[in-house]
């Protein structure tokens, strides 16, 4: 509450100004407020001024010229006390496609709802000149356009569902995605327009007992309400978002825009001046200029010259603020001002400023510690910081449920088949998986054994033969893949062994200067990373040698952890050697490391190919006397010449790119040394949890808050829309990635890409250029000295570039999906709205596998949605990387999911571990019937159906889908936590259901108590262990009751008790 009664007390400081004061003053009234000679810094500023004037009912309109603009306005209005903000995204089509993107349309809508269902006002309202003249329906018709519903209330389901399918949306068997609805008895899921989450609706007859959100990818629900709006259709209509604006209510232009509103913000004097400029308004630019990452902390003469004009600004009774993001960074800033005291007095306030100003007029100057401390970051981090942090998992894990018609299988005892269908068995009525083998065989599976199969995934494209059923083939592949298994796990437990034996380096605590340092990231960490961050600190402690593994895609935050554990070591008095597979990896994680590090005594060099002799020298110096802190370089870091005093942590990035002799040189050089490796390919999830036993890996899955979806856009080639979509990009200075496979004539495309955008500074790099030539392409893209990057596939991996936000890829039908979507990941790093343009020739376009394939890709626009086969193709590619050739060519013979099952068992086994057995024992009774069909033949009062009705879960793949989870379940608390997730995605769950359950937690206690066998035959208990019968009292056990439900919870009872 201090920080904002400053801020409020600065700003009064300025609206009393009488300059101020009189334009202020025109508010409310016929006549326009100029506010002229504002600089960029400022703008926000005045904005907020304006907005604190205005009565609680009346709304503020603030119009940027452009999307950057706006999403600044956004962040710093935020800072300036403006609450209540809401962002009106703008209305982009992805051009050669009236294609809107869902996620900015639900946006929209729901900010668009909020507006027009306001009858208070009290909001201010941020958009782009272009908004205003969006086609939308009235504030009324909005309304109209949705339907609330409250628990309690009395609504008929088929009366919803008529409903929803007259407003265009779709009947399907699970809802993924915004339109669709979902019914399975007295539950209806439906995904209005407008929402974050999905809604799942309960009723008792036509009554809803209850709403819920739940999460699309697990189908769990997470959060009740007590009502929801649905909103059914788009908002198109007669009006304009500017007849949206009342009397009463205040528009404010920003600089640039050619609308002028009731207040009208201006970097020059207005067009219409006569006399002499007046400069009573004017907000200047922070005097103290601009500082480099590290200027402030390192260089004195800087130091005091901002001292010097600080002491005279307070001289002239000025009053000066400076702005902190965090605690953290306050502190430092304390620390280093500590002999000055006119630093000190320096008035502190908190919020995100990218820039500081002054106002002469009102003796007032604000300035920013993050310009002060040469860290420059991009506001819209921050405005997406404030949205709800979905943590959903931006991978697929690779899924093996979702198999379909066509797709090959693995069944753990038969071997590779090809999945035909689902169909009833002619002979039980009861449906049944149809696979097909060699020798057009066809086997026969119940939809209670799905979990034997799994979709076949293997390396690489090559297609493995179907296996013939009886033959011993698969026996032989399955044993040898087992054998070679074991070898690699007793391979990785020597490399842990000899790691956890050898003696390291202990690194001390995290001291103050790490919580300063960690406190004063500009960004929110993910709850991957900040666990990344901790398993790495924990091991640096330790006193054995670090050897950690961080996996996870581009851009998810890996970098910052190799940041903090290189800190960590700087602090606690050894040096820390950062080794990357580029020069200009090497440069871009130099520029960073150096602006994180900007507020400390830290002497950061690089070692590259770039580096002048005189740099090289200097380092090597600095190296061999301790005086340098860190180094990022190349493989130049592991020559004979580099020896360094006090080596206590060494970073690689991108160790797949190394070749064998420089990792072989790591090996031998780094002993006994911390050694932290980053990966950028991000591996399958099953791997992950295999591999955890014998290797220390952290993954890191979840997108950070500010990551958007890359709106995709599938057309033939035309060179109108490449024209339309480069100028856009370079009408908001971004930069653009154009790709163009073939290498022959990528000089001819460069020309005519030339000729439709004429001022692009374009440069060329492929695959078969010189390395050199080719690190000099990237360096000039990297820095911004060229707007259009023309190249092959060779976007480097490693690299962020945030300021490239489209990519167009031609001839799109050439690349693989993983392919295409690793391209297309190489766009939208910066929180900006980003563009993927898949151009196909025009014979292609509308036929054929690649319009199929290309399209795809539209599927997975949304970072963390449904089950991604691209990303599962790259997270297997990854897993190949990982695991090595060898190891590579058993996954293509048993399939990657019964691999990893064989590799988790076996690094278990190894080291001795107890992990809860699968529950394979047998149960075999007289009276449990598992086939529905012969159920509903049979006598209620002698027998129990076990299974799952057609009537409960209508959809046949979603019941191969719950048959698969409940073969998963290993524990009773499993068992009933999954009876809790089926209750709550198809409600209270029937009789033959919980029996299905009761039957599976027989098999996990017998399982649990090395039984192999559990069979009841009229009241006699039979359980085999070893071969042999349990007997008490040298008979079988007896079962009390002779009624079949007793029996089986008698049989629990007893199992439990073993």
Request: hydrophobic residues 40%; proline residues 5%.
């Amino acid at each position: 509450m201090a920080e904002e009664a400053s801020i409020s007390a600065l700003m009064d400081r300025v609206a009393r100004t009488a300059p101020f004061h009189r334009e202020l003053a025109k508010l409310g009234t016929e006549e326009q407020a100029v506010f002229d000679h504002t600089s960029l810094p400022g703008v926000p500023f005045v904005a907020a001024l304006c907005i604190r004037t205005l009565p609680d009912t009346a709304r503020a309109w603030v119009v940027a010229p452009h999307l950057r603009a706006q999403e600044a306005l956004a962040a710093q209005l935020e800072t300036w006390g403006v609450r209540h903000l809401l962002f009106i995204p703008e209305k982009e089509v992805a051009l050669g496609e009236e294609m809107g993107d869902p996620e900015l349309a639900a946006e929209r809508l729901n900010i668009l709802h909020r507006i027009s269902s306001s009858r208070t006002g009290g909001q201010t309202i941020i958009l782009t000149e272009g908004s205003l003249n969006d086609e939308v329906p009235s504030p009324d018709g909005m309304q109209n356009q949705g339907i609330t519903l409250k628990t309690g209330e009395t609504h008929a389901p088929d009366d919803l569902i008529r409903q929803f399918g007259e407003a265009g949306f779709e009947g399907v068997p699970q809802v993924i995605s915004r339109g669709q609805w979902s019914r399975r008895g007295g539950i209806l899921d439906v995904f209005p327009l407008q929402s974050s989450h999905p809604v799942r609706l309960e009723f008792f007859d036509d009554e809803i007992e209850s709403i819920r959100e739940f999460d699309v990818d697990s189908q769990i629900s997470f959060r009740k309400a007590e009502h929801v709006n649905l909103i059914l259709t788009e908002a198109e209509g007669a009006e304009t978002l500017r007849d949206w604006i009342k009397p009463g209510d205040l528009v404010i232009t920003a600089p640039f825009c050619k609308e002028r509103g009731n207040v009208c913000i201006l970097t020059s004097p207005p067009e219409n001046a006569a006399g002499e400029e007046n400069f009573s308004l004017a907000i200047h630019d922070n005097p103290l200029g601009s500082f480099e990452a590290g200027d402030f902390v390192m260089q004195e003469m800087r130091r005091e010259l901002a001292e010097r004009q600080i002491r005279e600004w307070l001289d002239r009774k000025w009053n000066v603020s400076m702005f902190f993001p965090n605690e953290g960074e306050e502190e430092r800033f304390r620390d280093i001002c500590a002999g000055t005291p006119a630093l000190l007095s320096i008035t502190p306030l908190r919020g995100e400023l990218p820039a500081g100003f002054s106002i002469p007029e009102a003796k007032t100057a604000v300035l920013s510690s993050s310009e002060l401390f040469g860290r420059y970051q991009s506001a819209t981090a921050r405005r997406r910081a404030s949205r709800e942090d979905k943590a959903r998992k931006a991978r697929a894990q690779a899924s093996l449920k979702d198999i379909n018609p066509g797709d090959l299988v693995v069944h753990t005892s038969y071997g590779i088949g090809k999945f035909i269908n689902i169909s009833a068995s002619p002979d039980s009525g009861d449906e049944e998986m149809n696979i097909l083998y060699r020798d057009n065989t066809v086997l026969h599976v119940p939809l209670s054994q799905a979990h034997l199969v799994s979709r076949y995934i293997g390396l690489g494209s090559k297609t493995p033969e179907l296996n013939k059923l009886g033959d011993s083939k698969w026996q032989r592949a399955k044993k040898s893949a087992e054998r070679s298994v074991a070898d690699y796990a007793a391979q990785l437990l020597n490399v842990q062994a000899e790691r956890q034996t050898g003696k390291g380096y202990s690194h001390p605590p995290d001291s103050k200067w790490m919580w300063e340092f960690e406190s004063s990231f500009p960004f929110r960490e993910t709850q991957d990373q900040l666990r990344a961050i901790a398993q790495t600190k924990a091991d640096m402690e330790s006193t054995r040698p670090m050897d950690r593994l961080i996996c996870g895609d581009v851009g998810f935050g890996k970098t910052e952890v190799a940041i903090r554990a290189a800190f960590k070591c700087v602090t606690g008095g050894r040096q820390a050697a950062v080794l990357v597979p580029t020069t200009v990896l090497a440069e871009q994680h130099f520029r960073t490391f150096k602006e994180r590090m900007s507020e400390y005594p830290v002497r950061i060099e690089m070692l590259s190919r770039f580096s002048s002799a005189a740099d090289i020298r200097s380092t090597l110096e600095g190296l061999r006397t301790g005086a340098v802190d860190i180094v990022i370089g190349t493989h130049r870091l592991i020559s004979d010449d580099v020896s360094m005093k006090n080596l206590g942590l060494v970073v690689i990035d991108e160790e797949q790119r190394f070749g064998v002799r420089h990792k072989e040189k790591f090996k031998e050089r780094f002993k006994g040394i911390d050694v932290l490796t980053l990966s950028a390919t991000p591996i399958p999830r099953t791997l992950y949890i295999a591999l955890m036993g014998a290797r220390d890996m952290s993954s890191i899955e979840t997108p950070p808050v500010n990551r958007q979806p890359v709106q995709t856009s599938v057309c033939p080639y035309d060179e109108r829309i490449m024209k339309k979509a480069m100028e856009r990009e370079l009408e908001r200075g971004g930069q653009i990635f154009l790709l163009h496979n073939r290498v022959k004539t990528i000089e001819l495309f460069r020309d005519r890409i030339q000729a439709l955008v004429p001022k692009a500074r374009i440069v060329i790099g492929h695959g078969q250029m010189p390395k050199e030539e080719l690190e000099k392409v990237m360096r000039t893209f990297v820095q911004g000295k060229a707007d259009i990057l023309l190249a092959t596939t060779i976007i480097e991996s490693g690299i962020d570039i945030p300021n490239a936000n489209t990519i167009i890829i031609d001839r799109a039908d050439r690349f693989g999906l993983a392919d295409l979507y690793q391209l297309r990941g190489r766009v939208g790093r910066a929180g900006h709205r980003a563009y993927a343009y898949l151009m196909l020739p025009r014979s292609a376009a509308t036929t054929g596998d690649a319009r199929k394939r290309v399209s795809a890709i539209k599927q997975y626009t949304e970072l963390g949605s449904g089950f991604k086969i691209a990303m599962r193709d790259l997270e297997i590619r990854g897993a190949g990387n990982l695991l090595g050739t060898q190891q590579s060519g058993h996954i293509a013979a048993i399939g990657f999911d019964l691999y990893c099952q064989l590799l988790q068992q076996s690094i278990a086994q190894m080291q001795g571990k107890r992990t809860a057995p699968r529950p394979d024992a047998a149960l075999r009774t007289d009276f449990i019937i598992n086939s529905e069909t012969q159920f509903a033949a049979k006598s209620r009062k002698d027998y129990l159906g076990a299974f799952l009705p057609r009537e409960y879960i209508s959809d046949a793949a979603l019941r191969i889908s719950a048959y698969k989870d409940l073969a998963a379940v290993r524990t009773l608390k499993e068992a009933d936590n999954l009876l809790r997730a089926w209750e709550d995605r198809f409600g209270p769950a029937p009789e033959t259901v919980r029996h299905l359950l009761d039957s599976h937690k027989i098999k996990i206690l017998a399982s649990h108590a090395n039984i192999s066998m559990v069979e009841i035959s009229g009241q006699r208990l039979m359980l085999t262990r070893n071969g042999d019968f349990i007997l008490l009292s040298n008979k079988f056990p007896r079962l009390a009751s002779a009624a079949p439900a007793d029996k089986l919870r008698e049989t629990l009872d007893m199992l439990k008790n073993i």
